[in-house]
């Protein structure tokens, strides 16, 4: 094995150690969008909207749908002008420099709204940090919002870890307003959550013994 | 401390283990140099040059030359056309294809090729792993040409690497053709591997008392 050619250990051409994928990423950002760009996007629910230069190459290489947009002279790229709705303009701005830099720092909403930018747009490797962000984030408090909103996007990491966070407090579920709205709603999530809890049961041996069972207690 | 929203570790924004930085390397790569591109590059001594297309974005992104020629609305911009001298067409296919994708398998050629590249158009990373492959390459054959090329090229970490090699083998050193030729061409060479290895010697105690000291012997 040669030696390795970023950091002298051993050489498997600078994936070898944490410190030379890092400079590889480094390498590969990039970081001035709005040099020689050739296609604008904009949120197209804004009034005035703001223009986000970018380039046909970069999104065409992150996205096959936009690959597949541009790549067929659709409008946007004969107009060299990509209108998204659905996005507020921060949220636009942070996809976009995601697909630069490979780099996002998201609160829970931010995460929200780029899941749903990510999985229009088939940017897997965002979808993924998404999911993992927000199932990190996942407490009672947020877990019935979370819970309806992944099963919006088929994001089933996100489904499973809020599954097993409100299984854990069965005796609470009815007490949560949010449980009567969806009830009344979508009734199956609220289904999906019983089956759960009783096949977790079912996996648990002496757990279905007692009626007064401990999942019930604080 | 979050947990890692791609690995499932501790959560630093994909920089925190192996295996997210390779995902992030992957998603950041460009695949496609072709697509929309805007820019043609030529190895301009081939009789018959073959376009290798790519984008001023990427190119003024890894390198401050190409970014300083492709701004300044200098002959390359306007006509979106890079002649570049005294390299063959795989150099320079390598070369575009390392400011994508940060690979590249060089042998001892092409990266003395790609070094002398890096400097030109001051890409660093590609300069370190090139220097870094010399270094892990060097042997009692090649020292003295890769000691003279990294002399051209103020490669300092190869000169060093060279230079230790070379005093290791004071004894066989007149014996070499490359000594004469050295002499004769660039005697301030030479002086650099006397000096070094009195200096060596110099920082080793006891080493200088014996005029049959072991240095010399097999």
Redesign the interface.
């Known amino acids: 094995m ?5 950091c ?1 250990g051993r ?1 498997d ?3 070898c ?2 410190q030379c ?13 709005a ?4 296609v604008i996007l904009f949120a197209s629910d804004d009034e005035n909207p703001i223009p986000i230069p970018a ?4 999104l ?3 996205s096959p749908v936009f ?1 597949a947009m ?2 067929n002279e659709m409008e946007e790229s004969l107009s060299g002008t990509i209108k998204i709705g659905d996005v507020s303009y921060d949220a636009l701005r942070a996809f976009v420099n995601y697909l630069y ?5 998201p609160d829970q909403q931010l995460a929200c709204d780029l899941l749903v930018m990510a999985e229009k747009y088939q940017v897997q ?1 965002l979808k ?3 999911e ?2 927000l ?3 996942l407490n009672w408090d947020n877990a019935f919002m979370i819970y309806t909103f992944a099963h919006q996007h088929d994001a089933k990491q996100i489904i499973d870890a809020a599954l097993a966070l409100i299984t854990n407090k069965m005796d609470k579920l009815s007490a949560r307003k949010e449980y009567e709205e969806l009830k009344e709603r979508n009734p199956r999530l609220i289904f999906e959550i019983y089956e759960a809890y009783f096949s977790k049961q079912a996996n648990t041996p002496n757990k279905l013994i007692s009626p007064s069972c401990s999942d019930f207690e604080e």
């Open positions: 040669k030696r390795c050619m970023s002298e050489y051409c600078g994936n150690c944490k994928l890092k400079a590889k990423v480094a390498f590969l950002t990039m970081s001035q969008p040099f020689f760009s050739d380039h046909k190459a970069v065409a290489n992150r690959r541009l790549e830099t490979a780099e996002v720092c490797h993924d940090l998404c993992k962000f199932v990190a984030n």
